[in-house]
Nanobody, 126 residues
Framework: QVRLVESGGGLVQPGDSLRLSCTAS????????MAWFRQVPGKEREFVAA???????????YYDDSVKGRFTVSRATSGNAIDLQMHRLRPEDTAVYYC????????????????WGQGIQVTISS
């Protein structure tokens, strides 16, 4: 059974940093796109960042414009885990963050992903 588990969320102040982790089990995900999405109440789930397989041992990173330059997504050498390092956090980054894995394109949309974590709360507040 495929399972994605997020960890590392919490409450931090504006300008702080936070690192989220996601570990996938129940399969081999080295050729999957693995991504982070986030959602606030009353809004659709939105793309944050993705780490996609580019063939052999090559991976590419993609970011939404709202996080570019502040967030970094990285994949473990096993291929079955990704992290999201978040810097200079803002109150508008507050959301439930979801890890996802999938094989379809485009990777910025929810429907390209078959496997999802349960979500983890990130709150930015002073």
């Amino acid at each position: 059974q495929v399972r994605l588990v997020e960890s590392g969320g919490g409450l931090v102040q504006p300008g702080d940093s936070l690192r989220l982790s996601c570990t996938a089990s129940g399969g081999t995900f080295s050729t999957y796109a693995m991504a982070w999405f986030r959602q606030v109440p009353g809004k659709e789930r939105e793309f944050v960042a993705a780490n996609t397989w580019g063939g052999r041992k090559t991976y590419y990173e993609y970011y939404d414009d709202s996080v570019k330059g502040r967030f970094t997504v990285s994949r473990a050498t096993s291929g079955n885990a990704i992290d999201l390092q978040m810097h200079r956090l803002r109150p508008e980054d507050t959301a439930v963050y979801y890890c996802a894995a999938g094989l379809r394109r485009p990777f910025e949309i929810v429907h390209s992903y078959d496997h999802w974590g349960q979500g983890i709360q990130v709150t930015i507040s002073s």
